[in-house]
């Protein structure tokens, strides 16, 4: 069935196809590429690029917190006033996700990462030189914010561009990054607080988010064998630039995604997890002293938390990527998100200290495994085309739960006086999000598989054709295949 | 006018000198008070020791007739009689060493001390036989949080240095400040320097701003809760350092940022451009080729590994 000659062993969509039970998902049309991806070689370095970019872009706003009490008495805010500049910076970094979609489209990854990297930079230093905390709101809030938004989004593209079969892998290294580098930049932070003061250190971290710029300078942008030129420059092969710019503007928030029934599935399922999943880590500390645990020690659970994250989100794309669990990624994701939701709903059985230890285990091998496969499953439904865009658009409405969750989870604590009904509501949420999405995947599948036999028969032959059509056409050049994805790019 | 009244006042403090030989209750070594003794109000505190030591904290706000009373349950042996004396800050108080009787299956001490001034504070302990020793330590409201690692700011900055009184404490009559001069302390008062200093104070809180810093104004800042009996201090380092000190690894980094990604850019060009000559070679490869060859595949897929 498949046309590679080269005799690699790699898991192709075609070939699964025709093996498998009814459960096995077809991947998304925009899969087939049109050329091999890498899936190794420089793709590793690209994937070490990603893993600082969305390190810097996850862990800033919560590290930022360590200058918070400085920044209080110096400025005279309260600590409410305070805490506004992370939940700014998040915001931010979730709504500009279209933005950053449409400078990924157009322009590739490497430019934006490089200059999310410089607004990074820049943003912190500007911030250091700060008296009002408005001027803070802005400079770390909504400039450090928007950079952040344009790494989390380019440094996703990439990988799905340089890896398909080890995507899994890839991705899980990459997402890895969040919980390495919280670890490493807390004590950070601290450490450069007590040295240099909340303004030397914003200086230095505002530095240290330079180094965004050598991520984006490893995103080598991919070089198509057949092209003359590269993709990823400005189209200069458009023959119709003036309809370029339209296609662009309309892409800016694609609302056509809504009729695609697997996204908008993603897209309920995700929302429902963040709003649930963020609360029981803010409070967990709290909750920890509440039931009679040491300050410190309960600090060590999100430590531990954090440290187990760490290891299980390359762990947890290592799984995926194995030939059995890759054409059933969406349930794995599904189950792992209940998993989650369970953790929640058990804690406030737990008491004892070493009770919640093993509570702050399970809380990150099971957060970590989301995670690692939150945006995997977004790229192998949406397929690397529409990738990019898909990924803004999630990340702003994701922007409501996220703002929303921790302070209506405050709020049920303020009213109870009982942390249990926390975890219960956020516990429930959760779950809810992942049995919904195990569901509707096994119906929507389903459903896929009884539409549409003729129509899949049909694109397996024109697969065949096409893939004939390729070998012939670096021969002599024909320029059919590359036109479909040059129309996406344009 | 002003000399007659000085005179009153030296035959009141002598008065009170001599009454001080008459009345036995009176502790011996501290100065004799201003104030009449008997016009301060009563309080009493007690404690009742079962093994070999205890330490009670008592708080004091205003000037006060302590009397402070010990029970010991006694060790093993219940001697009918054992000596037992009082100390202040580790020296016996004079005229203290009595000897108690066993009562009822205990041993009891109890003295009343006058608590004045802030040198009347201290730690006092009564002492039974050799064994038996309960501390009562009197003092201010103290100040709980207490920041122990320094404030930073830069030089011709403002910085704000504060001090809290916890909620669970009686609130302070109000605030003072010093800076450490050596091993004295200065009041720092703000109508000497109103550019300079402003102290903000609330009830519980104080804060101290300092204007256009200068590298002298380092050091260690004394916040002072005054009560009617003493004043607690709080203290508060202060470090002063010029801008210069951060934008030294800040240079640091930026030149690793450029130098790396200057480096990753070259060996990609490097790549590239050896990549270009070996590319050319197998394009003019492949267009020597007829179509539909066998090797046609083969020799396209192997061209796309090398490109990598």
């Not at chain 1, 690209?46 to 810097?56: E, L, R, T």
């Not at chain 1, 899949?456 to 065949?464: A, G, H, I, L």
């Not at chain 2, 054992?82 to 000897?99: H, L, Y």
């Given at each position: 069935?498949?046309?590679?000659?080269?005799g690699?062993?790699?898991?192709?969509?075609?070939?699964?196809?025709d093996?498998?039970l009814?459960?096995?998902?077809?991947?998304?049309?925009?899969?087939?590429?049109?050329?091999?991806?890498?899936d190794?070689?420089?793709?590793?370095?690209?994937?070490?690029?990603?893993?600082?970019?969305?390190?810097?872009?996850?862990?800033?706003?919560?590290?930022?917190?360590?200058?918070?009490?400085d920044?209080?008495e110096?400025?005279?805010?309260?600590?409410?006033?305070v805490?506004?500049?992370?939940?700014?910076?998040?915001?931010?970094?979730?709504?500009?996700?279209?933005?950053?979609?449409?400078?990924?489209?157009r322009?590739?990854?490497?430019?934006t990462?490089?200059?999310?990297?410089?607004?990074?930079?820049?943003?912190?230093?500007?911030?250091?030189f700060?008296?009002?905390?408005v001027?803070?709101?802005?400079?770390?809030?909504?400039?450090?914010?928007?950079?952040?938004?344009?790494?989390?989004?380019?440094?996703?593209?990439?990988i799905?561009?340089?890896?398909?079969?080890k995507?899994?892998?890839?991705?899980?290294?990459?997402?890895?990054g969040?919980?390495?580098?919280?670890c490493?930049?807390?004590?950070?932070?601290?450490?450069?607080?007590?040295?240099?003061?909340?303004?030397?250190?914003?200086?230095?971290?505002?530095?240290?988010?330079?180094?965004?710029?050598?991520?984006?300078?490893?995103?080598?942008?991919?070089?198509?064998?057949?092209?003359?030129?590269?993709v990823?420059?400005?189209?200069?092969?458009?023959?119709k630039?003036?309809?370029?710019?339209?296609?662009?503007?309309?892409?800016?928030?694609?609302?056509t995604?809504?009729?695609?029934?697997?996204?908008?599935i993603?897209?309920?399922?995700?929302v429902?997890?963040?709003?649930?999943?963020?609360?029981?880590?803010?409070?967990?500390?709290?909750?920890?002293?509440?039931q009679?645990?040491?300050?410190y020690?309960?600090?060590?659970?999100?430590?531990?938390?954090?440290?187990?994250?760490?290891?299980v989100?390359?762990?947890?794309?290592?799984?995926?990527?194995s030939k059995w669990?890759?054409?059933?990624?969406?349930?794995?994701f599904?189950?792992?998100?209940?998993?989650?939701?369970?953790?929640?709903?058990?804690?406030?059985?737990?008491?004892?200290?070493?009770?919640?230890?093993?509570?702050?285990?399970?809380?990150?091998?099971?957060?970590g495994?989301?995670?690692?496969?939150?945006?995997?499953?977004?790229?192998?439904?949406?397929g690397?085309?529409?990738?990019?865009s898909?990924?803004?658009?999630?990340t702003?409405?994701?922007?409501?739960?996220?703002?929303?969750?921790?302070?209506?989870?405050?709020?049920?604590?303020?009213?109870?006086?009982?942390y249990k009904?926390?975890?219960?509501?956020?516990?429930?949420v959760?779950?809810?999000?992942?049995l919904?999405?195990?569901?509707?995947n096994?119906?929507?599948?389903?459903?896929?598989?009884?539409e549409?036999?003729?129509?899949?028969?049909?694109?397996?032959?024109?697969?065949t054709?096409?893939n004939?059509?390729?070998?012939?056409?670096?021969?002599?050049?024909?320029?059919?295949?590359?036109?479909?994805?040059?129309?996406?790019?344009? | 006018?002003?000399?007659?009244?000085?005179?009153?006042?030296?035959?009141?403090?002598?008065?009170?000198?001599?009454?001080?030989?008459?009345?036995?209750?009176?502790?011996?070594?501290?100065?004799?008070?201003?104030?009449p003794?008997?016009?301060?109000?009563?309080d009493?505190?007690?404690?009742?020791?079962?093994?070999?030591?205890?330490?009670?904290?008592?708080?004091?706000l205003?000037?006060v007739?302590?009397?402070?009373?010990?029970?010991?349950?006694?060790n093993?042996?219940?001697?009918?009689?054992i000596?037992?004396?009082?100390?202040?800050?580790?020296?016996?108080?004079?005229?203290?060493?009595?000897?108690?009787?066993?009562?009822?299956d205990?041993y009891?001490?109890?003295?009343?001390?006058?608590?004045?001034?802030e040198e009347?504070l201290?730690?006092?302990?009564?002492?039974f036989?050799?064994?038996?020793?309960?501390?009562?330590?009197?003092a201010?409201p103290q100040?709980?949080?207490?920041?122990?690692?320094p404030?930073?700011?830069y030089?011709?900055?403002?910085?704000?240095?504060?001090?809290?009184?916890?909620?669970?404490?009686?609130?302070?009559?109000?605030?003072?400040?010093?800076?450490?001069?050596?091993?004295?302390k200065?009041?720092?008062?703000?109508?000497?320097?109103?550019?300079?200093?402003e102290?903000?104070?609330?009830?519980?809180?104080?804060?101290?701003?300092?204007?256009?810093?200068?590298?002298?104004?380092?050091?260690?800042?004394?916040?002072?809760?005054?009560?009617?009996?003493?004043?607690?201090?709080?203290h508060?380092?202060?470090?002063?350092i010029?801008?210069?000190?951060?934008?030294?690894?800040?240079i640091?980094?930026?030149?690793?940022?450029?130098?790396?990604?200057?480096?990753i850019?070259?060996?990609?060009?490097?790549?590239?451009?050896?990549?270009?000559?070996?590319?050319?070679?197998?394009?003019?490869?492949?267009?020597?080729?007829t179509?539909g060859?066998n090797n046609g595949?083969e020799?396209?897929?192997?061209?796309?590994?090398?490109?990598?």
């Amino acid at each position: 069935m498949s046309n590679k000659a080269d005799g690699s062993n790699s898991w192709s969509p075609t070939e699964e196809r025709d093996v498998s039970l009814k459960r096995i998902m077809p991947p998304a049309p925009e899969n087939e590429l049109d050329y091999k991806p890498l899936d190794g070689g420089w793709g590793w370095m690209v994937v070490v690029g990603a893993h600082i970019s969305i390190g810097f872009a996850y862990s800033t706003p919560k590290v930022l917190s360590v200058f918070f009490i400085d920044i209080q008495e110096q400025l005279g805010a309260s600590y409410s006033e305070v805490a506004w500049i992370s939940s700014i910076m998040l915001a931010v970094m979730y709504a500009g996700g279209p933005v950053s979609s449409l400078l990924v489209n157009r322009f590739g990854s490497r430019p934006t990462v490089i200059l999310g990297g410089l607004l990074c930079g820049v943003s912190m230093v500007t911030a250091s030189f700060g008296n009002s905390i408005v001027y803070l709101y802005f400079f770390i809030g909504v400039i450090g914010g928007c950079g952040l938004s344009l790494n989390l989004n380019a440094s996703l593209t990439i990988i799905s561009k340089y890896f398909l079969n080890k995507r899994p892998i890839a991705n899980g290294l990459a997402m890895a990054g969040s919980p390495v580098f919280l670890c490493v930049l807390a004590p950070a932070n601290q450490y450069l607080l007590h040295m240099f003061g909340w303004r030397g250190s914003l200086v230095i971290l505002g530095g240290l988010m330079l180094n965004c710029c050598v991520a984006g300078a490893l995103m080598r942008p991919v070089v198509l064998p057949r092209k003359p030129e590269k993709v990823e420059e400005r189209p200069n092969l458009c023959t119709k630039p003036q309809q370029s710019c339209r296609n662009n503007a309309k892409k800016f928030l694609d609302l056509t995604f809504f009729k695609d029934r697997g996204f908008v599935i993603y897209l309920i399922g995700n929302v429902f997890f963040i709003f649930g999943a963020y609360a029981p880590i803010v409070f967990l500390s709290a909750y920890a002293i509440r039931q009679g645990v040491e300050e410190y020690s309960a600090a060590y659970l999100l430590s531990i938390m954090g440290f187990v994250d760490m290891f299980v989100r390359p762990g947890t794309g290592l799984i995926a990527s194995s030939k059995w669990i890759r054409p059933r990624i969406q349930y794995f994701f599904g189950f792992a998100m209940v998993f989650n939701g369970m953790c929640h709903l058990l804690c406030p059985l737990v008491k004892c200290y070493a009770y919640l230890v093993a509570y702050a285990i399970f809380l990150g091998v099971s957060f970590g495994m989301v995670f690692a496969l939150i945006f995997e499953c977004l790229m192998d439904l949406m397929g690397n085309e529409r990738f990019p865009s898909a990924v803004g658009l999630v990340t702003i409405i994701e922007c409501f739960p996220i703002l929303l969750g921790p302070p209506t989870a405050g709020y049920l604590v303020d009213i109870y006086k009982d942390y249990k009904y926390l975890f219960f509501m956020c516990g429930g949420v959760v779950v809810t999000g992942g049995l919904f999405l195990l569901v509707m995947n096994i119906y929507y599948y389903h459903m896929l598989e009884k539409e549409k036999p003729a129509a899949v028969r049909e694109q397996n032959q024109t697969k065949t054709i096409e893939n004939q059509d390729l070998v012939s056409a670096s021969a002599s050049r024909k320029y059919q295949s590359p036109e479909r994805s040059m129309a996406g790019e344009c | 006018m002003a000399a007659s009244w000085k005179r009153l006042l030296f035959h009141i403090l002598l008065l009170l000198v001599s009454c001080r030989h008459i009345n036995t209750k009176t502790p011996g070594p501290t100065p004799p008070p201003l104030v009449p003794i008997s016009s301060l109000p009563t309080d009493e505190r007690s404690v009742s020791l079962k093994g070999e030591s205890h330490t009670e904290n008592v708080e004091l706000l205003n000037p006060v007739n302590l009397a402070l009373q010990c029970t010991w349950t006694g060790n093993q042996n219940k001697l009918p009689n054992i000596t037992g004396f009082w100390r202040k800050d580790g020296d016996e108080v004079e005229n203290s060493r009595v000897t108690v009787q066993l009562e009822g299956d205990e041993y009891e001490l109890k003295r009343v001390f006058s608590i004045v001034s802030e040198e009347s504070l201290g730690s006092y302990s009564c002492v039974f036989g050799s064994e038996a020793k309960i501390e009562f330590v009197l003092a201010a409201p103290q100040i709980g949080e207490v920041r122990d690692k320094p404030i930073v700011s830069y030089v011709g900055d403002s910085v704000v240095i504060a001090c809290k009184m916890e909620e669970t404490k009686p609130k302070p009559g109000s605030w003072n400040w010093y800076k450490a001069n050596g091993t004295d302390k200065e009041q720092i008062f703000v109508v000497a320097e109103p550019l300079r200093y402003e102290i903000k104070n609330e009830e519980r809180k104080t804060k101290l701003v300092v204007h256009n810093l200068t590298e002298a104004d380092g050091g260690l800042y004394y916040c002072g809760a005054v009560y009617a009996i003493s004043t607690t201090m709080g203290h508060v380092e202060l470090k002063v350092i010029s801008f210069q000190e951060p934008l030294k690894p800040f240079i640091a980094i930026v030149i690793e940022v450029i130098v790396l990604v200057a480096a990753i850019l070259l060996y990609e060009k490097s790549q590239s451009k050896k990549n270009y000559t070996e590319g050319n070679g197998a394009t003019d490869q492949m267009n020597t080729m007829t179509q539909g060859e066998n090797n046609g595949p083969e020799g396209s897929s192997s061209t796309r590994q090398r490109k990598i």
